[in-house]
T-cell receptor
Framework: GENVEQHPSTLSVQEGDSAVIKCTYS??????FPWYKQELGKRPQLIID?????GEKKDQRIAVTLNKTAKHFSLHITETQPEDSAVYFC??????????????FGSGTKLNVKP | NAGVTQTPKFRILKIGQSMTLQCAQD?????MYWYRQDPGMGLKLIYY???????DKGEVPNGYNVSRSTTEDFPLRLELAAPSQTSVYFC????????????FGPGTRLTVT
């Protein structure tokens, strides 16, 4: 099955700096790559996603890049704010029969934004 | 819409006990999933369903069972609970077709002692 690796496991940045989280995947059939933010005790919340036919996507301070050849994708957060502090998960999805998506998650990055 | 709902929010079980985690969605989604999230880790797929009456195993199905008698409900059954099943359990749904996004429930925190 698919294997998703995520780095770093913890990341501490100063408010206003940028943060970058990287993920690699193993199965070239993966075609959808979401990023989730999870606050303590809460459910994962989708913050941005990218499909395999797109190389980059941006939404205000958040961007995701995808390199299909190298099988890696990254989350970029600019102008970080204390409220960005949370655990971030990447995932890779493979579509099977019935148009069904199976998701494989990275192990998470704990982002701490220091005021 | 209430979205995806889960009950209970918290539960403590003794070793060997059984219980059912409830999950329901009111969005008429065909695809539903059960995940577990161990401390400091990502989500692992336990079971999934592509529609009423159709279920299949995910990455970590041992010790669990599911059923899908209706589109709305997807309960997860734990038989003979073990400490290794201490985790947070998330149910999710996806409409399928052109949509890839998963909608998560609020989670159930289960402790087995």
């Amino acid at each position: 099955g698919e294997n998703v690796e995520q780095h770093p496991s913890t990341l501490s940045v100063q408010e206003g700096d940028s943060a970058v989280i990287k993920c690699t995947y193993s199965d070239s059939a993966s075609n959808y790559f979401p990023w989730y933010k999870q606050e303590l005790g809460k459910r994962p919340q989708l913050i941005i996603d990218i499909r395999s036919n797109v190389g980059e996507k941006k939404d205000q301070r958040i961007a995701v890049t995808l390199n299909k050849t190298a099988k890696h994708f990254s989350l970029h957060i600019t102008e970080t704010q204390p409220e960005d502090s949370a655990v971030y998960f990447c995932a890779a999805s493979i579509r099977f029969g019935y148009n069904f998506n199976k998701f494989y998650f990275g192990s998470g990055t704990k982002l701490n934004v220091k005021p | 819409n209430a979205g995806v709902t889960q009950t209970p929010k918290f539960r403590i079980l003794k070793i060997g006990q059984s219980m059912t985690l409830q999950c329901a969605q009111d969005m008429n989604h065909n695809y539903m999933y059960w995940y577990r999230q161990d401390p400091g880790m990502g989500l692992k797929l336990i079971y999934y369903s592509v529609g009423a009456g159709i279920t299949d195993k995910g990455e970590v199905p041992n010790g669990y069972n599911v059923s899908r008698s209706t589109t709305e409900d997807f309960p997860l059954r734990l038989e003979l609970a073990a400490p290794s099943q201490t985790s947070v359990y998330f149910c999710a749904s996806n409409p399928g077709q052109a949509s890839y996004e998963q909608y998560f429930g609020p989670g159930t925190r289960l402790t087995v002692t």
